[in-house]
């Protein structure tokens, strides 16, 4: 029996009834802010392509995580823009490095804020590629020593959970074996299982400064077109030890959120990434599009697919609009 028994409007006739049957929430501690740290002090400079996000000095990004946990956000995750960039990446895995005085600084001043740290080689090397290039490609295995020297100098900064983003094989197992060797058992790892060779990582290269000046990255990051293979890196990841994973970029990928929400038992994260961000701000500010409305509707559909928790730009003003 259909209409005119069933109205299904009878339940949207007004914003109580809308709010009771609601069936996806979203509040501030489902948010995580990416932030990017550089060198020297009281630096606060915005980034062209990602307008209201900043490249910060160390003492500026503690006062922005202060803001930051005020709003009740969960967290932020930290990503470096060296002072120097060099062929083996060293700034990521130096414990005087840019990030890692930024996690102490953070954990100093502001404890109750979740800090994690981009685990990746990109931003550190002078070409720009997430590893060591050999013969114009990235060399899997010896990458993967870097990247668990950076996970360790991240834990031991006091980093709350390391979230590698580089794609190579094997890189979760290295870097638990890191972290367990040296006294980091309890330090969880957030795997970036799922990220695809994206182009809606536009705007994130200025911000990071880490486009690579040769190639693309389509030898380690996923092609858009594979949603098996995305559940196999899963299944892989979870086996080498992954406590979290996530599907990287968001929106265009909500297909696999979902995919990945009914098939593993794990918390799971979405990254709404730069030029996912940045396409919505651009559109309002040509009068296009309601920009509050894009980014709870984009917000609320990832959730609705699966995500527990969301990596977006967005993380401050969705939690002031959240109140
Ligand atoms: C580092 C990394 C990137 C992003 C997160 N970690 C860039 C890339 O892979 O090129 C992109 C985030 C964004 O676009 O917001 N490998």
Not at 126 to 138: I, L, M, P, T
Not at 209 to 216: C, H, L, V
Request: net charge negative; with cysteine.
């Amino acid at each position: 029996m259909a209409f005119p028994v069933h109205r299904p409007r009878r339940l949207r006739a007004t914003e109580s009834i809308r709010t009771l049957v609601r069936e996806t929430a979203l509040a501030p501690d489902d948010f995580i802010l990416p932030l990017f740290v550089c060198p020297g002090e009281n630096v606060k400079r915005e980034i062209g392509a990602m307008p209201g996000n900043y490249q910060m000095s160390v003492d500026r990004i503690v006062e922005e995580c202060a803001e930051v946990a005020s709003l009740g956000v969960a967290g932020a995750i930290l990503f470096g823009i060296p002072e120097t960039k060099d062929e083996t990446a060293s700034g990521g895995y130096d414990d005087q490095g840019i990030v890692q005085r930024a996690v102490r600084a953070i954990k100093r001043e502001v404890a109750r804020l979740i800090v994690m740290t981009d685990v990746c080689n990109c931003e550190y090397t002078s070409h720009g590629h997430c590893g060591k290039v050999v013969d114009g490609d990235v060399d899997n295995d010896t990458t993967l020593e870097w990247l668990a020297k950076s996970a360790l100098s991240h834990a031991r900064a006091g980093a709350d959970i390391v979230a590698p983003s580089d794609m190579m094989d094997g890189r979760v197992a290295a870097i638990r074996k890191a972290l367990d060797g040296e006294g980091f058992a309890r330090v969880p790892i957030l795997s970036y299982a799922a990220k695809f060779a994206s182009c809606f990582y536009g705007p994130f290269r200025e911000a990071a400064e880490s486009a690579p000046q040769f190639g693309d990255r389509r030898s380690y990051q996923m092609d858009p077109a594979n949603g098996r293979e995305a559940m196999r890196e899963i299944e892989l990841d979870l086996e080498e030890g992954a406590d979290m994973i996530m599907i990287k970029p968001a929106l265009p990928y909500l297909d696999l959120i979902r995919q990945a929400r009914d098939r593993f038992e794990v918390p799971l994260a979405a990254y709404q990434v730069s030029g996912e961000f940045s396409m919505i701000v651009a559109a309002a500010r040509n009068g296009w599009i309601d920009q509050p409305r894009a980014m709870m509707e984009s917000l609320t559909s990832i959730r609705r697919a699966g995500a527990d928790f969301v990596l977006t730009y967005f993380a401050k003003d969705a939690a002031r609009l959240l109140g």
